[in-house]
């Protein structure tokens, strides 16, 4: 991806580390023995993701669900911004598989929801335990199985970097008598069910607790990166009232700024998802 491009390879000392990095982790992966992976550890993972992706499904086939997507988010502004190879959409969105896979990270990216890499997660490692309140063998898991393990530090990055205070911003975009409001109460659930989870697979007090570098910097960004997403809620329901009054001139002179919100946002955060 083009910030990815800029981030490591723009400056050519900067580039030099980054090479090392990917050359570094490379020979260890390479030079340390990997032992077997145990086949019930096999079983479980399965079981848990063919669980994880029903509750996913139920979330995304709820019927206020693209509703919600629409208004609780920024894509609308996303897909006019001039970017891209490609058109955001494949054709008139009817449902989700119009959208193209880029716009639909980027959209919860910048509401701060982060939605797409933890949801689902927290329910099934719940479910899981909740039989026998035991969390060693996930404990054990995470300790021992890199595949497992990357798995939930990617969701506590995400979680880390969301904001559920932003994101309920942006939920109450949509109509107070919506049944998208039914979808936050289910993402506001989940959020606490998953933040939950991982702290107890992973033993630490707060999220990113064992890597305080990218905590420190998560913390320091976001008081910059906060008033942008407020500001850029606000431009969007003025431009939304505005196209709901025929003032397209107006909406014109608002987008705009919302896309220089948006714009503003990524590079807070550091991502566009």
């Known amino acids: 991806q083009g910030e990815v491009l800029?981030?490591?390879?723009?400056?050519?000392?900067?580039?030099?580390?980054?090479?090392?990095?990917?050359?570094w982790a490379t020979m260890l992966v390479t030079a340390e023995p990997q032992p077997p992976v145990a086949p019930e550890w096999l079983t479980l993972l399965d079981r848990m993701a063919a669980q994880s992706y029903l509750h996913y499904r139920k979330l995304v086939e709820h019927p206020g669900f693209l509703t919600y997507f629409d208004q609780a988010t920024p894509i609308s502004e996303i897909e006019r911004l001039p970017i891209g190879?490609?058109?955001?959409?494949?054709?008139?969105?009817?449902?989700?598989?119009?959208?193209?896979?880029?716009?639909?990270t980027f959209a919860w990216t910048q509401s701060r929801h982060f939605l797409p890499a933890w949801y689902g997660l927290g329910?099934?490692?719940?479910?899981?335990?909740?039989?026998?309140?035991?969390?060693?063998?996930?404990?054990?898991?995470?300790?021992?199985?890199?595949?497992?393990?990357?798995?939930?530090?990617?969701?506590?990055?995400?979680?880390?970097?969301?904001?559920?205070?932003?994101?309920?911003?942006?939920?109450?975009?949509?109509p107070a008598d919506s049944p998208a409001r039914e979808v936050w109460s289910?993402?506001?659930?989940?959020?606490?069910?998953?933040?939950?989870?991982?702290?107890?697979?992973?033993?630490?007090?707060?999220?990113?607790?064992?890597?305080?570098?990218?905590?420190?910097?998560?913390?320091?960004?976001?008081?910059?990166?906060?008033?942008?997403?407020?500001i850029q809620i606000e431009l969007i329901r003025r431009m939304r009232e505005a196209m709901d009054a025929g003032d397209e001139d107006r909406a014109a002179r608002l987008g705009e700024l919302a896309r220089m919100t948006i714009q503003g946002v990524a590079s807070g955060l550091r991502t566009t998802g």
């Not at 990055?157 to 949509?174: M, N, V, W």
Request: charged fraction near 25%.
């Open 6 to 23: 800029a981030e490591r390879y723009d400056d050519p000392q900067i580039a030099q580390r980054h090479l090392e990095q990917v050359t």
């Open 85 to 104: 190879s490609r058109p955001s959409r494949r054709r008139e969105r009817k449902s989700l598989s119009d959208l193209r896979a880029i716009p639909w």
């Open 123 to 174: 329910t099934v490692l719940l479910e899981e335990t909740a039989a026998t309140g035991d969390w060693a063998l996930l404990q054990t898991l995470y300790g021992r199985w890199p595949l497992f393990q990357a798995v939930v530090d990617n969701a506590v990055l995400a979680l880390a970097k969301a904001d559920l205070g932003i994101a309920q911003r942006y939920a109450e975009l949509t």
């Open 186 to 230: 289910l993402i506001e659930r989940e959020f606490q069910q998953t933040q939950a989870a991982v702290l107890m697979i992973t033993r630490e007090p707060a999220l990113l607790a064992n890597t305080p570098w990218l905590q420190r910097s998560i913390q320091e960004r976001n008081p910059a990166v906060d008033p942008l997403n407020l």
